[in-house]
C-alpha cells in the first residue's frame, strides 16, 4: 500500500486546504471545501483530479465549495451523520466508530462534538493520519458554538488516546495566537516555551505550522493539559475536575487579544 501525499494550502483568510493523494489509485481527497479556487489551484499544480470530499462539520468556511466542486468533478462527499442535513451534496454520511476505507486504507470516524455538534475527524491508523479540522488546532482547540465544555473535553480526550506520532492536520492556521496564550495559562512549561518561540520565527518567516502530532499536543497544547499541576496551580483550581479546568482555559482564551 503506498503512503499518501499530501498538499496543504491557503484558503480563505485563515483556513488551510487540505488534499490527500493515492498515487496507486490515483484517488483523491479535499479534506473539508473551504473555497473553490485555491482546491482547483492545488489540484492543477499535482495533476490530480478530486474524488472525494471528507467533510468534517457544517460550518459555511469548510463546505462553501461542495457543490461547485461535486458538479465539476463528481466527486463523493462523505460528512458527518448527526450534521447530515446541513452538508451540501453529502453522498455518505458517518457518525462515531464507523468505518470505511478510502483507496484501500482504512479510515476511522471519531466524533467529536464541541465547536459544532455533529463534528466529525478522520483517522487513518495504518497511516497515522489525523485530520481534526476544528476540533484540534496546534496548541488550541475549537471554540464552542454548539456544545458545552463538558463535551468538548470528552472529544480532545478521545483524541489524546491516538498513538503519539499521529500526523494531525488541522482547519485554521491559528497557531501564532495560541502560542502566546498557552504560555499564559501553561508558564513554567519549558517544552511549550520552546516551541512558542520556534513559531514565532516560523510565522515571521511566512510558513505554516502543520502538520503537529498528537504527542507534541499532549505536551504543549493546555486544552489537553488540564490535569497538569502546574496549570492547576496556575489557575488555582487544584481541586477541580479536569472538566472544569478545560473550561476555564477554554474561557481563557475567549477573552484572549
Known amino acids: 500500500m503506498a503512503l499518501f501525499e499530501i498538499d496543504v494550502f491557503p484558503c480563505r483568510s485563515d483556513n488551510f486546504g487540505v488534499l490527500l493523494h493515492d498515487p496507486e489509485t490515483k484517488l483523491t481527497a479535499a479534506i473539508d471545501a473551504p473555497e473553490e479556487a485555491p482546491i482547483l489551484d492545488a489540484l492543477a499544480r499535482r495533476g490530480w483530479k478530486l474524488t472525494h470530499i471528507l467533510t468534517t462539520h457544517h460550518h459555511q468556511d469548510h463546505v462553501e465549495a461542495n457543490l461547485a466542486l461535486k458538479e465539476k468533478f463528481d466527486c463523493e462527499i462523505i460528512g458527518p451523520i448527526n450534521e447530515a442535513v446541513a452538508i451540501p451534496g453529502l453522498d455518505q454520511a458517518f ?75 488541522f482547519g485554521h492556521e491559528y497557531t501564532l495566537s495560541n502560542a502566546r496564550f498557552a504560555v499564559t495559562v501553561d508558564p513554567d512549561n519549558a517544552a511549550l516555551a520552546k516551541r512558542a518561540g520556534e513559531i514565532e520565527t516560523l510565522r515571521a518567516d511566512g510558513k505554516f505550522n502543520i502538520p503537529t502530532t498528537i504527542g507534541l499536543e499532549k505536551a504543549t497544547n493546555p486544552f489537553l493539559r488540564p490535569s497538569d499541576a502546574g496549570i492547576r496551580a496556575h489557575l488555582g483550581m487544584e481541586a477541580a475536575s479536569d472538566a472544569d479546568v478545560f473550561a476555564e482555559i477554554r474561557k481563557r482564551k475567549d477573552n484572549f487579544r
Open 95 to 169: 457518525g462515531d466508530n464507523d468505518r470505511f476505507e478510502f483507496a484501500g486504507h482504512p479510515v476511522h470516524v471519531i466524533e467529536t462534538p464541541g465547536h459544532t455538534a455533529g463534528h466529525i475527524c478522520y483517522y487513518f491508523p495504518d497511516d497515522a493520519l489525523l485530520f481534526a479540522a476544528d476540533t484540534l488546532f496546534a496548541l488550541g482547540c475549537g471554540r464552542l458554538f454548539e456544545r458545552p465544555a463538558a463535551d468538548m473535553w470528552q472529544s480532545l480526550q478521545k483524541l489524546a488516546e491516538l498513538p503519539d506520532e499521529t500526523k494531525v492536520y
